[in-house]
């Protein structure tokens, strides 16, 4: 597999040089200070590039292409929208840059409670609470029908948290849940995000795919002329928010996406940690059913609760069992003949990590521990 590391660019306190120092070759990256929707220039694309090859790395993915909330909506005439996602793709191409991630969660990408939730030895992971998830929709922004997406312990038990709530714990909600949108743009306060959530107001489940079968034929013959390999994201977690349907979540939702339109450059970025947040998804399996269709892979381990909450693990911990996970992915190199990208998908913040205010769940030691446990592994089933 080939060992990358997620970047942001200007935007990141972590240099190429310091990365160069974990051992990963390839970069994972996108141009986030471009707002969606907007074309992708190739001379910017070209700066990046250069950037990271004078550094002594390969581009190898870009992660994301964003999908513009129009088109995850289905909200009016798309044809530019789309014509400027294929002009994108077509400047990444022309780069040699031919792997590409996007998802497609409405409104809010991964999504937590806590950014620091203390770890048992030291350190800090990211945690998503259901009951202050629960006590967020409830209680800050007053989503009645929330009720009936949690039990009534976890409403019980967000009704106690929210009680004893000061406003410095309610900001410090609201910007977790927030932290997941990557770039500076679309940060939303509780007013936003009400304006935000009513332009989704009747488009359920089905009428999401309709929209996502409509960006797939749009996109995937670009894909096919330019040589590029699509790899959709999954939900984090893997389930409705805020009201919202998300629709890659589990076994049966890749698979309507893959047979949607059949063909290998509508692939799938295998990420361990979303899908590992599902009790009832068996990542291995999923690794195994659409073995053809992996082009990136993010591995990462999860702690779950049984009333919904989940805490990330350390790379190796947790409740994927991550071993019996890469042997699978080594053999699905083996049989296909390629080799996979992966990156250490968040980390722990450990030692002085805590101090540098880097992206929540990418500090430099936290992954490079992460990146130096899940390269262990690998060696070791090389050899057997
Ligand atoms: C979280 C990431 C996601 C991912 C996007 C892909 O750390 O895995 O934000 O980049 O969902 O579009």
Known sequence: MIETWRWYGALDKITLDQVAQTGATGIVTALHEIPYGEIWPQEVIAARNDQIKAAGFVWSVVESLPVHERIKRGDGDLAELFASY??????????????????????????????????????????????????????????????????SDVVQAAERWFQKSTDADRQALLNAIMSGLPGAFDRYDIAGLREALALYDGIRRDELRTNYKRFLD???????????????????????ILGLPRIVSDADDIAWIMSAVDAVENGLTLCSGSLGANPANDVSGIAVQFEDRIHFAHLRNVRKDPDGSFEEAAHLDGDTDMVALISILLEIETARGVQIPFRPDHGHELLWDVEQGNYPGYPLIGRMRGLAELRGVMRALDRV
């Open 86 to 151: 294929r002009q994108s793709m077509a400047n990444l191409a022309a780069e040699g840059v031919t792997t590409i991630c996007y998802n497609f969660m409405p409104l809010l990408d991964w999504t937590r409670t806590d950014l620091a939730a203390p770890v048992a030895r030291g350190g800090t992971c990211l945690r998503f609470s259901a009951p202050k998830m629960a006590a967020f929709e409830l209680f800050m922004l007053g989503r009645e029908a929330a009720r009936a997406d949690y039990s």
């Open 218 to 240: 749009e996109i995937i013959p670009a894909a096919q002329e330019l040589g590029i390999r699509m790899c959709v994201h999954p939900d984090d977690p893997p389930r409705d």
